[in-house]
């Protein structure tokens, strides 16, 4: 893990140029405490910068990489950030093919396959990465993201070139990179859900997971296409595997395994993070049987007992023999400085706290003395896990339409009404037009865009026109991966195209963790995994309304009792209404980021409706619609304070 940063202006270099790439490297260093690295070459009008996170090659593996002149890969640079799974096999193979390397680091595999494979050199890789490559030769740049966007890259295109960086805050330290802020992204950021490869500035762009841009240069610039490599391509319905179920267990089984005994590998101690959900549980208990020694399991621990799981995760590293770290928060850890520098490494804002509380378990880890974490992201995604999954199988599968299931759920979950279950029924033309259906998902955010219209200015209202962010996130999903799939095909897709790359492994993953220079590796995100659960039928990834059927079944041998039968719990961290401590602290942000006088400069809210909307909420005992308000605030005090931590 690192971070990665560049420009490539044909005809732009000029002296300033190195000092513009150190000053990019240097808003990175959280992401590479160990090294850094430049490759300037002014005859092309490049210049790359890494900062290095040492992980597996501790002692030979800086970056920049360059090619060899004696296996033809000499006119080829790259840097990379992230990992590269089952790199020995393929390093053995390049090897006989007659490449030569020239460090032990996995990122070299890059620029053989791609000197052997061209541009389908994609397919062959395996892991969590995002990475730039130069051809010399083509005088060709190749921006690559892993498939689900694990790690991050953002973009800029201007007139004389193209700058890159693993965050933002990189690309603004360039002085040619403008700092316009988009106002349909701040509307989104309002209502959380962003537009896949939108970010908050109009010049600035995330390259879409299992995407690259091949870039060229065309004249005194360059031309950029962009080309999905990857996608999450479910079976049509009646096209799924048709095997017994014990067979579909086995293959999970066995996909897992292999899937986690690649991630523990590291010249550096792995540890897991540990929750009370079958997945994380899941994971503790094979990578303690794979290592055959304990594995030092961190915890997040909360004080509202309904919201914590630390109990359920405790019984389970007992059960592995694990070395627990339980981290204990209180209401005062997830605001102040704390909640501000979430905002400044996430780079944008988040509905919940528990990305707060995910950036100070990263330091803990660190400061305990561990690199890199294992953990359970991608479960609920391909496993059908989600209490808003279950609710639109609930309501549209045939099976299950005509029980009170979907009743009985939303009961169980009461706790979470308002955030990620909606307390009333919405739908919208877009979402009906292109899946059939407004996924039950995003309708607790489309309630919270209802609730926010009418505290914007007068002046925000008119810069965004007509437009209707929820018919531009419907419009970004591809109908072809969409037409003849089944219910739960649909949702899932939906959400591993939006929420997935711009919340979990966003505020929930990457940038919390990287904050703080900790590698996080999430192993049911291996695509080898994501694609045999694509294909397994939804009635085994659900069954009987029991969620992820398949993967507690796979698991049952190393989960507790209690957790193979308890139905999914959200993660997250309790709300600010729902004690006077932090109420408490919440309003200290708000009398900082929502005073009067800034919200008249910003622009973006009404102060007078704003304000009658925040005492309303202080007066009022409704849970649901207090959660609603809880999220509206955290994301207006993101939006107030974002630019301003970015400088």
């Given at each position: 893990?690192?971070?990665i940063a560049g420009l490539w202006t044909p005809s732009g270099y000029n002296q300033d140029t190195p000092r513009h790439a150190e000053a990019m490297a240097d808003q990175l260093e959280h992401r590479g405490p160990d090294g850094r690295g430049f490759h300037f070459d002014a005859a092309n009008g490049l210049a790359i910068a890494h900062t290095r996170l040492s992980i597996i090659g501790l002692n030979a593996g800086e970056q920049p990489l360059h090619g060899r002149s004696d296996d033809g890969t000499g006119g080829i640079a790259a840097t990379v950030n992230g990992e590269f799974y089952d790199y020995k096999r393929l390093r053995g193979l390049l090897r006989t093919d007659g490449f030569q390397f020239s460090t032990k680091s996995d990122s070299e595999i890059a620029l053989k396959l791609y000197a052997k494979h061209g541009l389908d050199f994609?397919?062959?890789?395996?892991?969590?990465?995002?990475?730039?490559?130069?051809?010399?030769?083509?005088?060709?740049?190749?921006?690559?993201?892993?498939?689900?966007?694990?790690?991050?890259?953002?973009?800029?295109?201007?007139?004389?070139?193209?700058?890159?960086?693993?965050?933002?805050?990189?690309?603004?330290?360039?002085?040619?990179?403008?700092?316009d802020v988009c106002p349909k992204a701040q509307l989104h950021q309002m209502m959380q859900v962003m537009v896949p490869g939108m970010t908050l500035y109009e010049g600035i762009q995330a390259v879409k997971p299992g995407t690259m841009l091949i870039i060229e240069k065309a004249g005194d610039g360059v031309a950029v296409r962009e080309e999905r490599y990857w996608d999450a391509n479910f079976p049509r319905e009646g096209e799924h595997d048709v095997k017994s179920d014990e067979d579909h267990i086995e293959a999970v089984r066995a996909a897992l395994v292999e899937s986690i005994t690649f991630r523990l590998e590291a010249d550096v101690p792995v540890a897991c993070y540990l929750s009370g959900g079958i997945d994380s549980c899941s994971i503790l208990g094979m990578a303690a049987a794979i290592q055959q020694s304990p594995v030092k399991a961190f915890t997040i621990s909360f004080d509202d007992a309904r919201y914590d799981e630390a109990h359920i995760a405790t019984e389970m590293a007992q059960m592995a023999g694990a070395d627990q770290d339980i981290l204990k928060l209180k209401a005062e850890d997830l605001y102040g400085s704390n909640f501000e520098d979430a905002i400044r490494y996430s780079e944008r804002t988040f509905y919940n706290t528990l990305g707060v509380a995910k950036m100070l378990m990263s330091k803990h880890v660190r400061e305990v003395g561990y690199k890199v974490v294992i953990t359970g992201e991608g479960s609920d995604e391909l496993f059908g896990g989600y209490a808003q999954f279950k609710a639109d199988l609930f309501l549209h599968d045939p099976e299950y339409a005509a029980t009170p299931a979907a009743q009985e759920m939303?009961?169980?979950?009461?706790?979470?009404?308002?955030?990620?279950?909606?307390?009333?029924?919405?739908?919208?033309?877009?979402?009906?037009?292109?899946?059939?259906?407004?996924?039950?998902?995003?309708?607790?955010?489309?309630?919270?865009?209802?609730?926010?219209?009418?505290?914007?200015?007068?002046?925000?209202?008119?810069?965004?026109?007509?437009?209707?962010?929820?018919?531009?996130?419907?419009?970004?999903?591809?109908?072809?991966?969409?037409?003849?799939?089944?219910?739960l095909d649909k949702v899932q897709y939906?959400?591993?195209?939006?929420?997935?790359?711009?919340?979990?492994?966003?505020?929930?993953?990457?940038?919390?963790d990287m904050a703080n220079s900790l590698e996080s590796r999430p192993a049911f995100l291996d695509h080898h995994v994501a694609e045999l659960a694509m294909r397994i039928p939804p009635q085994v990834r659900v069954r009987g309304g029991v969620e992820k059927?398949?993967?507690?079944?796979?698991?049952?041998?190393?989960?507790?009792?209690?957790?193979?039968?308890?139905?999914?719990?959200?993660?997250?961290?309790?709300p600010a209404h729902t004690d006077a401590k932090k109420t408490a602290e919440i309003d200290k942000l708000i009398a900082r980021w929502l005073s009067p006088q800034r919200l008249a400069a910003k622009g973006l809210f009404d102060p007078a409706k704003l304000g009658a909307a925040i005492a309303d909420y202080r007066a009022s005992d409704d849970h649901a619609q207090n959660t609603r308000m809880d999220i509206i605030l955290n994301h207006a005090i993101g939006l107030?304070?974002?630019?301003?931590?970015?400088?």
């Open positions: 893990m690192c971070g994609v397919e062959h890789l395996r892991g969590e990465f995002a990475f730039a490559l130069f051809d010399e030769d083509r005088q060709r740049l190749v921006l690559v993201r892993d498939r689900f966007g694990i790690r991050p890259l953002f973009v800029h295109h201007g007139p004389r070139g193209i700058v890159w960086g693993s965050e933002i805050k990189a690309l603004l330290a360039h002085p040619d990179v403008p700092r939303r009961k169980r979950n009461a706790l979470f009404s308002g955030s990620v279950l909606a307390e009333e029924t919405i739908s919208h033309p877009a979402f009906e037009d292109v899946m059939g259906f407004t996924p039950s998902w995003i309708q607790p955010w489309m309630l919270t865009l209802e609730r926010v219209k009418p505290l914007l200015s007068e002046e925000f209202k008119a810069k965004l026109g007509d437009y209707d962010p929820i018919a531009a996130i419907a419009h970004s999903l591809d109908p072809a991966m969409l037409e003849g799939r089944h219910v939906s959400w591993i195209k939006t929420m997935l790359e711009g919340q979990i492994l966003n505020w929930g993953g990457d940038r919390v059927w398949v993967v507690r079944e796979a698991m049952k041998h190393v989960l507790p009792h209690v957790l193979y039968e308890r139905e999914k719990f959200a993660f997250m961290a309790p107030h304070a974002v630019e301003e931590l970015l400088t």
